[in-house]
């Protein structure tokens, strides 16, 4: 078998049905989650173009829980990703998404480790909170009064507190770069 650190390779067949290439067998989307949920990367390439196709198959596998009743993201937070890719802020989302579920795994680890409350004792915790809460202000502020004529889409206030989280942001950055040495 496979070293359990490389990622599973699943081929997409011209037919849509995907094969996993270590067990040598055909797999499903439900699979795929469960080896995901397991702890196990998984990429998916199309066999014909090897176009690599993971982000779709990801993308649907949250549509299809979303649609069955085990909703995760709540209604304004879908709502604000679509937003997102229609503002210059998209290239900010990214970082931001990643830097939150990193801290939640980190987090997650030192609680299934033992240690009491461990998100409050998180060198930075407060600060990310913090920058969380501007972080939102910041994009869903803009939004309440878009549309409406003799509106300024930004003020001064709204700079400033997006001047707040990119100071925020970097002392965050600068701290977790301390605890990842």
Known sequence: MAEKDAPLLVKRYASRRLYNTETSDYVTLEDIAK????GREVQIVD?????????QY???????????????????????LVRSYATGVQSVVPQFLQMSFDMLREGQSKMMGGMPNPMANMPG?????????????????????????????????????????????????AKLAKMSK
């Open 35 to 38: 080896f995901i949920r397991e």
């Open 47 to 55: 066999l014909k173009s090897g176009d690599d196709l993971t982000r």
């Open 58 to 80: 990801l993308l649907q596998i949250i549509a299809d829980n979303e649609s069955q009743g085990e909703s995760v993201l709540p209604i304004n937070v879908l709502t604000d």
């Open 125 to 173: 915790f407060e600060a990310m909170k913090a920058q969380q809460a501007a972080f939102m202000k910041a994009m869903t502020g803009g939004w309440a009064g878009a549309g409406k004529p003799g509106e300024e889409k930004t003020t001064a206030e709204d700079e400033d507190d997006l001047d707040e989280i990119k100071t925020q942001l970097a002392d965050l950055q």
